[in-house]
């Protein structure tokens, strides 16, 4: 039960933001909408509003649309003119022009994208967090798939010249990469330095199968882990560094003369200190610090310096990120669907309604933030799938009108009725070929 009423949330927000994108700019353009159904199929309840527009919850819950006034719907049905006012008439689709009917079609997709950056913006200022650090784990010297020599904890910045700041772009960022043979551009921080280098990797048929696509952090050449990193989120007010002079956003490099690589280090040295007083070595703005401080001493008996890796966004610090997260995810998503059309990707990860609806079940069991989570995800996905060209998805009907404005006038009405059934029988196919991968998995 509680797996059917997450995913109905969950599809009726992602449906309800779509077609309410739609919806606003039609509105906008003065082109009548006739019907806003949430679900397809036969209606169930319904209600007009003062403009005429009929909202309607549908029986089957996987989906829904706007209908609008278009000459081709009064071309098909001629008696539904009498139904309709003479200014109404006079907005139908096709009449506005060309960058209306554009921005009618990816308002939905749009809308998609606002909701994640939303949604993301939400979470990310509502929850503590730290900053991760990617460090090499082992030596690797004059190795024949490495263009050079890669020291231990040195920092894992760059694949391919995107910038790695978080476990998911990590992955992401190799996942890219899928059947690749040739090599992969890596950059690194020297831990000693703090000087950037690079370095080519060979790789033949790079997580070339789903299980290896699955965990693809396990089968990169090198060996990287991630840590917290060693920079200073916040601290005790009244707390030893604090009152010493130290700050929010301060770097740890050393402490009693021992190089410091990842934030759990500095509870191992202090745990392992016979004094109370420190030498605290630290970065701020490129300059490096002293501090010596006078520890507090815990109830287990070990040194405190009154600092934690924690921090909070800021809103606006929350609101950049969402929108870097959305944007790397849409171009990933885009990226992984070619992937899976080549066959350098597995399709199995494709998923289904039954798919969905045992995500959202476990999502809404683990709580509400990772429900929104996932629901920012999807909605991701759908902005991204409606936007490719299938004449029946918004991305086809805005390559309709690209081909329109190249030719000066439409398709002729049987190219288009053939290209929409093509379309059709495309969704359609994926569609059946999601819910027979949702199925394999639900019984293995």
């Excluded at 003065?30 to 029986?59: Q, W």
């Excluded at 730290?130 to 004059?142: A, M, N, Q, R, T």
Aim: charged share 20%; net charge neutral.
């Amino acid at each position: 039960m509680i797996t059917i009423i997450a995913f109905l949330i969950l599809l009726g927000v992602l449906v309800v933001i779509h077609e309410g994108g739609h919806f606003f700019v039609l509105r906008m353009c003065k082109v009548h909408v006739d019907r806003f159904s949430v679900g397809m199929g036969p209606v169930i309840y319904k209600k007009k509003d003062k403009k005429g527009t009929e909202f309607a919850l549908s029986a089957l819950p996987l989906g829904g649309y706007v209908s609008y006034l278009s000459k081709k719907a009064l071309d098909a049905e001629p008696e539904m003119k009498k139904n309709f006012t003479d200014e109404q008439l006079d907005n139908l689709f096709e009449t506005k022009p060309k960058w209306q009917r554009a921005a009618v079609m990816f308002a939905g997709p749009l809308a998609n994208f606002i909701l994640a950056v939303i949604i993301f913006t939400f979470i990310f200022s509502s929850q503590q967090t730290v900053k991760p650090i990617f460090l090499v784990d082992g030596e690797y010297v004059s190795s024949s798939s490495i263009s050079g020599d890669i020291n231990k904890n040195d920092i894992l910045v760059s694949i391919n010249g995107e910038k790695i700041l978080n476990p998911t772009e990590y992955r992401l960022a190799l996942l890219a990469n899928a059947g690749l043979t040739g090599e992969i551009n890596v950059g690194f921080l020297n831990a000693k330095s703090s000087e950037t280098y690079y370095r080519n990797i060979s790789v033949v048929d790079f997580l070339s199968n789903s299980e290896q696509q699955q965990e693809p952090e396990k089968f990169f050449p090198i060996e990287i882990t991630s840590y917290i990193s060693p920079e200073i989120g916040s601290l005790s007010r009244q707390g030893p560094a604090s009152l010493a002079g130290v700050k929010a956003g301060d770097k740890i490099l050393e402490i009693d003369g021992k190089s410091i690589n990842h934030f759990a280090e500095v509870s191992d040295i202090l745990t392992s200190s016979p004094s109370s007083n420190v030498n605290l070595v630290i970065q701020r703005n490129g300059e490096t610090k002293n501090f010596f401080i006078n520890t507090e001493i815990s109830e287990a008996g070990t040194p405190i310096l009154g600092i934690s890796a924690a921090y909070k966004r800021s809103i606006f610090e929350a609101f950049t990120k969402s929108v870097r997260d959305t944007y790397n995810l849409s171009i990933k998503t885009l990226l992984f669907i070619g992937k899976m059309i080549t066959g350098n990707m597995g399709a199995e990860n494709l998923s289904g309604p039954v798919g969905i609806a045992k995500m959202s079940g476990e999502a809404f069991s683990a709580g509400f933030l990772p429900f929104l989570y996932l629901m920012a995800i999807l909605s991701i996905s759908l902005g991204v799938l409606n936007l490719l060209p299938i004449p029946v998805l918004d991305g086809g009907q805005l390559t309709m009108l690209a081909i329109e404005a190249i030719r000066g006038e439409p398709l002729p009405a049987r190219v288009e009725n053939f290209a929409y059934t093509l379309g059709a029988l495309m969704v359609g196919f994926l569609l059946v070929f999601a819910v027979t991968n949702d199925i394999f998995r639900w019984v293995g």
